[in-house]
Structure formats: structure tokens, C-alpha cells
């Protein structure tokens, strides 16, 4: 009986260890719905919270600092009965190599969210099952974030995530929710997985393995190595710009990453930046107010 104890006790710890992938913020805003105390917000927060840090996402065994961190905003803006609708907003980020830093990765806002949840609800993963549409948007956008992660430390490193992710989406298209469809316009869930999936946007996703491991990771060694590792990961955009002007992976990378892109070129040792001016303002003119303390 002891020993069966014993080995309970580590199969848990175990089952706990695995399921670490990722460490999540979660907040569920229902302003908006003149509710906002009602319990079933309360509950529900809690238990996104639980199923995106106690799903075992992957196989791996992390340590806390390796985790993926990030943070998932929901505001509810109706409700009827167990149906509710809104809009999320969720975030990534990874650690720098050589610092005590942490970079965004991912910044994303869904507008198409819309799902049915019972107060205490039991909420289930399967990739290739579809139990409510809530599991399979916050799964979606796990392995879509495992995804680009992996991208960072490693050319393509991220494709067998975004393929689970397809997945998600395949099966998901036996609802009515919207966002699962091509029809469902750009900023789509499919579409996003397609853009990810795509040879077209090879160049993105290289982009990604460029600024982070050839760029921010070598700034604890040579902050002009790492400054010319940025650079060449934005001359790399520039080249996915010119064949798919407005992209919507080009958007998401710099709404997660404009500042920091700001806040490396304007300061710092000199480095060539011949043209990153121009191919910031014309990849993401929404921020053209932070690449004006770039030098030409």
C-alpha cells in the first residue's frame, strides 16, 4: 500500500511537470454586459486559467523559466442564457537569452469570439474533436503561440504546432461560429493557420528565427551583432511585404514589436540602418510615429 502511495504521488507529480508548457494570465472582462458581478465570470476565468496551465500541451518537460508566458484578456460585450459574445485579446512572449528580459512574440486580437459555457463546466481538449467552440479558440491559439515560439529558436521549429493547430481548425468547422472559414475574412482563425502553414510566408517565419536568435539572443555578447541581427530580420519582412503587401502576419509582428524595434534603433552603438526607415513606414505606417526617432 505504501509503495502504491509512493508511485501515485509520482505519476502525479509527473502528470503536473508535463503539463507545464505554458503560464497564463487570465482575465475575463463582462463590463459591458451590466453583469459583471454575476459568478459565472468569476467561474469562468478560473477555469480557462486551470485549462490553459494544466493542459498538457505538449510531450516536454520544462523548467518554470522556459515556459511560454502569456496573457489572455476576454471582454464579453453580450450575454444570452450560456451563450456569450465578445472579443479576446492574448499575448506571448519569450525570455532573451543572456538577461533577465522578456520579448512579445505574439499579440492578437480575435473579434469573432463567441461561445456557450455552463457555469462549472468541464472543459476538455481533443485536436481533432470538437467539444465547444471556447475549448477550441483557447486551444487554437496555444499551438498557434507554441508554434511561433519554437519559430524563434529554430528554423521552422514551430511547423508541427501550427499543424495541430490546423487541426483544430478542420474540426472546428462543423460549428456555426464564426472565424473558422475562409469566408470569415482576413483576420480569420483559418486564415491565420493558413498564412502560418504556407511556403508564401517562409520568409516570415525565418524572420522570426533571425531577430530573435541572431538578433536579441547575441545582444548579452555584442549589442552591434545583435542591433545587425534586428536589422537583417527587418530587411527580411521588408522582402514578404513586397509580395504580400499587408499581410496579416506582417501586422502581428509588429503589433507585438514595434516598441522594442523603436527603442533598439534609436539608441545604442551605430549601426548601417540604410533603409530600415523606409521599410518600417511602409510595412506598418500605423506606427510611423515611433520609427520617426530612427535615423535615415
Do not use: C
Request: charged share 15%.
Amino acid at each position: 500500500m505504501h509503495k502504491f502511495l509512493l508511485f501515485s504521488v509520482f505519476f502525479l507529480m509527473a502528470s503536473w511537470a508535463r503539463s507545464q508548457d505554458v503560464s497564463f494570465e487570465v482575465v475575463v472582462n463582462a463590463e459591458q454586459t451590466g453583469e459583471a458581478n454575476n459568478s459565472v465570470y468569476a467561474t469562468l476565468e478560473q477555469a480557462l486559467r486551470e485549462f490553459l496551465n494544466q493542459t498538457p500541451w505538449t510531450d516536454r518537460n520544462l523548467q518554470p523559466h522556459q515556459r511560454v508566458q502569456g496573457s489572455l484578456l476576454i471582454n464579453i460585450t453580450s450575454r444570452q442564457g450560456n451563450s456569450f459574445a465578445g472579443s479576446m485579446e492574448i499575448r506571448s512572449s519569450r525570455p532573451v537569452y543572456g538577461s533577465n528580459m522578456q520579448t512579445p512574440v505574439f499579440s492578437f486580437r480575435d473579434p469573432l469570439f463567441s461561445f456557450e459555457y455552463t457555469e462549472n463546466e468541464n472543459l476538455q481538449y481533443s485536436p481533432q474533436i470538437f467539444h465547444s467552440n471556447l475549448v477550441s479558440i483557447i486551444s487554437f491559439y496555444v499551438y498557434t503561440i507554441l508554434g511561433m515560439d519554437a519559430d524563434t529558436f529554430e528554423i521552422d521549429g514551430g511547423t508541427s504546432y501550427y499543424q495541430i493547430a490546423g487541426q483544430i481548425v478542420s474540426a472546428a468547422q462543423s460549428s456555426t461560429h464564426p472565424g473558422w472559414s475562409s469566408t470569415d475574412g482576413r483576420q480569420s482563425r483559418y486564415n491565420l493557420n493558413l498564412d502560418l502553414l504556407s511556403n508564401v510566408y517562409s520568409g516570415y517565419r525565418a524572420a522570426l528565427y533571425t531577430y530573435h536568435r541572431n538578433g536579441l539572443d547575441l545582444m548579452h555578447q555584442s549589442l552591434t551583432g545583435g542591433k545587425e541581427g534586428v536589422r537583417d530580420a527587418i530587411m527580411q519582412l521588408q522582402a514578404v511585404n513586397q509580395s504580400r503587401p499587408g499581410a496579416l502576419l506582417i501586422r502581428i509582428f509588429f503589433d507585438a514589436k514595434a516598441r522594442e524595434i523603436q527603442e533598439i534603433f534609436s539608441g545604442g552603438p551605430a549601426v548601417d540602418l540604410s533603409g530600415i526607415y523606409r521599410a518600417l513606414t511602409r510595412m506598418a505606417p500605423t506606427y510611423s510615429r515611433m520609427w520617426r526617432s530612427i535615423p535615415e
